[in-house]
C-alpha cells in the first residue's frame, strides 16, 4: 500500500499545468455555514439592521447575547462578514475545478429558484414575465445571480452571472414539464374536476315493486331513496378516488421538491458565507420544523372558520398524513440547509390575489357531487378558500422565519421583491459557540440573539436539528452520488481541481488521461499510530454524450493509510490521483465527482472532451 501511495503522490511533479492552483491559497475551511452542527461548535449568521432598515457595521461581542433552549451561551467566536470585491484567478487550459474562489461572485449571493412545480399554469406566465423585467430593469450592478428552475426535477438554468441577457434567455427558455398535481392537496382543500356517472333508473319498469312496496307514494320514495344511496355511493367513490390520488400527487411534489433543497444544498455549500435562496411559488409543500400536526392544528391559524366540510377533512387527513411520513427527510434537509447557509425568500407567484379561488376561470363553480354551490355551502367553500390562502402565506413566512429570511406576497411587482430579496444579507455578523449539549439526539434546539444596543433589529435562523447528516447508509449514499453525477450543477461539499488532456493525435478509440488534485482541507482523515492518517474515498469519470446519455462511469476507491511523511506532501501539494477513460470520436461531458466515504460529502464538476476522427 506504501507503494501505491507513493506512486500516487510521485505523481504531484506531473501535474505541473496546475501547480499555480498548487500555490493558491487554500480556504481556511470547508464553508462557512449558518449554523454548524459540530462537536465542539455551533455557528450563526445575524443581520443587524437600524430602524430605517439600513445595516449596522459597529456592533461588537458584548453587544449580542446568544441563548439556546433558554440557556445563555458564551460567544467563542465573533466576525463582521461583508462584500469582498476580488478579482478571479483564472484557471490554466485544461484544467477544471469546483472550488468557489474561480467562481465566487461578488456581494451576497442569490439563487433563483423558479419553482413550477408548486405553481398552476395560470401562474407560470406572470411569474416568467416578472422574472425577465428583474433581469433587464433590477438586476443590481456588479451582483451575480444563478437560476434554476424546478419542474419534475431541479435543473440549472444560469450559473451565477451579472449578465442580464444571459439571466433573460436562461428564464425565457425554461419550460417545464410538471408531473401532475393537485396543490390544493396540500392546502386543505379539493376540487372536484367532474360530475358523478349517470345514475338514473332508466330501463326499470315502475309498475314493478321495489323492496316490496307497491303503492305508488312508497314507490317514489323507495326509488328516491335508492337514488340518493346510489348517489351517496358514488360520490364517496370519487372521493377516494380522488384523495388517493391527491395523496400520490402531494408526495411526488413533496419528495421532488425535498430532493431539489437537498441538490441546491451541495451545490451551494462550498461557498462561504450566506446564501439567499428566492424561491418564487404559489404553494410551498412543508414546514422546514415539521410538527405531527392533527387537521385541529393545521385548521387552528383562523379559529373563528366553519366547521370543515367532510372532503376538508379527509383530504387534510391525507394532507397530514403525507406530510407526516416526510418529517425525517424534512429534517435532514432543514439540517442540510443550515449547514450550508442557505436563507430562504418566499416569494408569492400569485401576486395580488383574493384569497380565495372562486373566481378563477378555471373553477365550475360545482361540488363534488356535480351540483351548484349554494347558500351555505358556497359561503363554507368560500370560506376554505380563504383558510387555504391564509395557511399558505402561513407556511411562506414559516419558511423565512426558520432559515433568516424574509417573504414577499400579495403584491403586483415580482420583480422588486425578487430585487430586494436578492439584496438583502450582505452585511451579517457570525457568531459562534460551544454548545450545553453536544450529543446529536435529533431534538430541535432554539436560537435566541439578542443585542442590548437599542433601535437594532436582528434577524437570525431560529434554531437547528441536532442531527448529524454524515450518517447514511451504502444504499442513500450511492442513490446521492448517482444524482449528482446526472446533475449538470457542481457541487461543492469536496473541492477538487482536475486536469483533462485529450491526445493531440486522432485515435479510436482514444485514451484521456484524468488527475484529480484534492487539497488537504477538503477531505476528511482518521489519525491513526505514529502520525499515520487514514483516507477513504471515492473518485468518478462518468462519460455522458451531448444528448445527456450516460456511456460508462468507471470508478476507483483509495482507502488508505497515509504514512506522516506522505500526509505532510499531501497537505503542501494536495493529493493527486490519476484515471483514465478510452472514447470513440466524438464530443463528451465528463461528470467528474469524489466522494468522502468518510462523511458522504460530495463534490464534481463536468469537463467537455471532443475526441477527433483519424
Known sequence: ?????????????????????????????????????????????????????????????????????????????????????????????????????????????????????????????????????????????????AVYGLANRLTKLADFTNDSMALRLAIEGFTPVNVPTSPQASSGTTRSSGTIPNMSLEGKNDSQPVGGLTTGANLQAQRSQVLQEQITMATQAIRDFQEG????????RMGTTVEALRQLTKILSGYPGRKNLVWVAALFPFLLVP?????????????????PLPIENSSLAYANQTANSFNDEIRKTTTMLSESEVAIYPVDARGLFNGSDTADASTSGLNSAGLLRMGNEYGR??????????????????????????????????????????????????LGYYPDKKRFDGEFRKIKVTT????????????????????????????????????????????????????????????????????????????????????????????????????????????TTLEADQYAQVQQKGLIVPMEVQLAPGNYDLRLAVRDNRTGYLGSLTAPVSIAKP
Not at 376554505?384 to 411562506?396: D, E, L, Y
Not at 484529480?516 to 499510530?529: D, G, H, M, Q, V
Open 381 to 430: 367553500y368560500v370560506a376554505a378558500g380563504g383558510q387555504s390562502a391564509f395557511f399558505t402565506q402561513a407556511v411562506m413566512a414559516d419558511l423565512a422565519q426558520q432559515s433568516g429570511g424574509k417573504f414577499y406576497s400579495n403584491r403586483n411587482d415580482i420583480d422588486r421583491a425578487v430585487a430586494l430579496a436578492s439584496a438583502d444579507g450582505g452585511v451579517y455578523y457570525v
Open 245 to 252: 390520488q391527491n395523496s400520490y400527487e402531494l408526495q411526488v
Open 291 to 307: 410538527e405531527d400536526t392533527s387537521i385541529e392544528v393545521t385548521r387552528a391559524y383562523d379559529p373563528t372558520a366553519p366547521a
Open 1 to 145: 500500500m506504501r507503494k501505491f501511495m507513493s506512486f500516487i503522490l510521485s505523481l504531484i511533479t506531473a501535474f505541473m499545468p496546475v501547480v499555480a492552483l498548487a500555490q493558491q491559497p487554500e480556504p481556511a475551511q470547508n464553508a462557512t455555514p449558518a449554523i454548524r452542527v459540530q462537536t465542539r461548535v455551533v455557528l450563526a449568521d445575524v443581520i443587524a439592521t437600524d430602524n430605517s432598515g439600513k445595516p449596522v457595521t459597529d456592533l461588537k461581542p458584548e453587544d449580542f447575547t446568544v441563548e439556546e433552549a433558554g440557556h445563555k451561551q458564551k460567544v467563542t467566536f465573533f466576525s463582521l462578514e461583508q462584500p469582498s470585491q476580488a478579482q478571479l484567478p483564472q484557471l490554466p487550459p485544461g484544467v477544471y475545478s469546483n472550488r468557489p474562489e474561480y467562481n465566487a461572485p461578488t456581494g451576497p449571493l442569490t439563487v433563483i429558484l423558479i419553482d413550477s412545480l408548486n405553481t398552476p399554469l395560470t401562474n407560470q406566465p406572470y411569474v416568467r414575465d416578472q422574472l425577465i423585467r428583474y433581469a433587464a430593469n433590477q438586476l443590481s450592478a456588479g451582483q451575480r445571480v
Open 452 to 559: 442590548s444596543r437599542p433601535g437594532v433589529h436582528l434577524r437570525h435562523r431560529t434554531g437547528y436539528f441536532a442531527i448529524d447528516t454524515t450518517k447514511s447508509d451504502n444504499k442513500q449514499r450511492e442513490a446521492e452520488t448517482a444524482s449528482t453525477l446526472r446533475s449538470a450543477a457542481n457541487s461543492t461539499m469536496v473541492y477538487f481541481d482536475a486536469l483533462v488532456q485529450p491526445p493531440t493525435q486522432p485515435a479510436n478509440p482514444a485514451k484521456v488521461p484524468v488527475k484529480f488534485r484534492l487539497p488537504a482541507n477538503s477531505f476528511t482523515s482518521e489519525e491513526s499510530k505514529g502520525g499515520q492518517r487514514k483516507i477513504n474515498l471515492e473518485f468518478y469519470s462518468a462519460v455522458f454524450n451531448k444528448e445527456g446519455k450516460l456511456l460508462q462511469a468507471p470508478h476507483m476507491t483509495v482507502n
